[in-house]
């Protein structure tokens, strides 16, 4: 919320995982706080790897 905050439009986040592969484990949860706040957020697939 602190990024969204002090920027003026848009937050990019990356990676949405961990060395081991895995997507970040609250990212559901922060998805869904997100959008409880009207803040629209999507996942892009990039074409590189972390």
């Not at 919320?1 to 559901?28: F, H, W």
């Amino acid at each position: 919320m602190e990024l969204y905050r002090v920027c003026s439009t848009e937050v990019r986040i990356y990676p949405l995982q961990g060395k081991d592969a895995k997507q970040y484990a609250l990212m559901n949860d922060l998805v869904n706080d997100l959008n409880a706040l009207e803040i629209k957020s999507e996942i892009v697939e990039v074409p590189w790897e972390f």
